[in-house]
Nanobody
Framework: QVQLVESGGGSVQSGGSLRLSCAAS????????MGWFRQAPGKQREGVAG???????YYAGSVKGRFTISQDNAKITLYLQMNSLKPEDTAMYYC????????????????????WGQGTQVTVSS
């Protein structure tokens, strides 16, 4: 079992920044892929950014150049730095982990992840 707890959400104006954190516990020696996802009311959950066990990252086109996913060396904490936020970024943001090998676009597939956090709300106003 892997436990994930997100934090860092809040309300900001357009153009502002937020840094989300995901604290993980219960990891084994196995390599994990991790990702950030978001879901707005009435919309399907979508992948935002992912990072594989080697540290290679992948981003959705809508956030490329604005968001950065990173992980500490011990893989205890996952981060999502969000800059130049837009109202369309408003959503509940979730951290997820998967023990199998994921890379590239697969990192943004929510159906491929087993472990999920409770979510943290991000609201961007114009």
């Amino acid at each position: 079992q892997v436990q994930l707890v997100e934090s860092g959400g809040g309300s900001v104006q357009s153009g502002g920044s937020l840094r989300l954190s995901c604290a993980a516990s219960g990891y084994t020696y196995r390599g994990y892929s991790m990702g950030w996802f978001r879901q707005a009311p009435g919309k399907q959950r979508e992948g935002v950014a992912g990072i594989d066990s080697d540290g290679t990252t992948y981003y959705a086109g809508s956030v490329k150049g604005r968001f950065t996913i990173s992980q500490d060396n011990a893989k205890i904490t996952l981060y999502l730095q969000m800059n130049s936020l837009k109202p369309e970024d408003t959503a509940m943001y979730y951290c997820a982990a998967e023990s199998s090998v994921l890379w590239g676009p697969l990192l943004l597939r929510p159906d491929l992840y087993n472990d999920w956090g409770q979510g943290t709300q991000v609201t961007v106003s114009s």
